[in-house]
């Protein structure tokens, strides 16, 4: 065996240092652990938060209050806009409807007009008045105008 100057001081430090980076590495392992642990768990602890209703009483909603109203007014503007939206389709549906039935109402009275004004019914029934068609011509008179 040979002897050997071991250094108690240098070799206590060696040992600490070593500790403290298993230390440190298994402390980064439980941060990791930890962060997907929080992960994983936070998710269905929103969700239940949400549908017992504890997510009103906690300060950010409180917080972001004004944020919140303001995006509930716009919703209800949505929505209002969509029951507009279908009441003034409605209503020009209701109006391109009366319009043709006018049009209809329209040809039907001037085809009725045309039928009666023709030219031998007018005189089928100005006859037994004693009006009597004329059988000239029609004469233009035309005067010069003086300057």
């Given amino acids: 065996m040979e002897n050997e100057f071991i250094d108690k001081e240098g070799l206590e430090a060696l040992e600490e ?3 403290e980076k298993k230390r440190k590495e298994k402390e980064r392992k439980e ?17 239940v938060q949400i549908l017992n209703g504890d997510f009103l009483s906690k300060e950010f909603v ?7 109203l ?4 716009l919703l209800l503007l949505t929505v209002g806009k969509g029951y507009y939206g279908k009441q003034l389709s409605k209503d020009v549906d209701e109006a391109q ?7 209809a109402d329209y040809v039907e009275a001037k085809a009725r007009m045309e039928e009666e ?10 006859g037994p008045r004693g009006l009597v068609e004329s059988e000239d011509s029609t004469k233009v008179i035309r005067l010069k105008k003086v300057e």
Avoid: A, C
């Fill in 17 to 19: 240092v070593q500790k």
């Fill in 31 to 47: 941060r990791r652990h930890w962060s997907k642990r929080k992960k994983n768990s936070k998710v269905p602890g929103m969700f």
């Fill in 62 to 68: 409180l917080g972001n209050l004004g944020f919140i």
């Fill in 70 to 73: 303001f995006v509930m007014f």
């Fill in 97 to 103: 409807k009366e319009l043709d039935e006018m049009t």
């Fill in 117 to 126: 004004t023709r030219r031998y019914r007018l005189v089928q029934q100005l």
